[in-house]
Nanobody, 124 residues
């Protein structure tokens, strides 16, 4: 059973940066695609970014492209989300997710494993 634990959330001013981490245990992390999703109050969960198992292929939502960077360290079983130039509309709970299914990494249903989330609040 794969377990995912996010960390690194917090309160930051608009224009600032945060780096989220997601530590994985209990599975073959290096073979999984990893994704980040977010959910703001009253909104549906939305895709943010994803990384294939080697990290060579990455995918981003248009809303974060050029500001966020997903990366992974397979030796540490950890995936990161570097968030720069944060905006108030980035405020949400951010979830890490993992899957062995590469069919559609932008879709939440593709993922089998989820963390509990970490809160990010961006003040204006």
């Amino acid at each position: 059973q794969v377990q995912l634990v996010e960390s690194g959330g917090g309160l930051v001013q608009a224009g600032g940066s945060l780096r989220l981490s997601c530590a994985a245990s209990g599975g073959t992390f290096s073979s999984y695609a990893m994704g980040w999703f977010r959910q703001a109050p009253g909104n549906e969960r939305e895709f943010v970014a994803a990384s294939a198992w080697r990290g060579l292929s990455t995918y981003y939502a248009d809303s974060v492209k050029g500001r966020f960077t997903i990366s992974r360290d397979n030796a540490k079983n950890t995936v990161y989300l570097q968030m720069n130039s944060l905006k108030p509309e980035d405020t949400a709970v951010y979830y890490c997710a993992g899957t062995a299914d590469y069919s559609d990494l932008r879709r939440g249903r593709t993922y089998d494993y989820w963390g509990r989330g970490t809160q990010v609040i961006v003040s204006s």
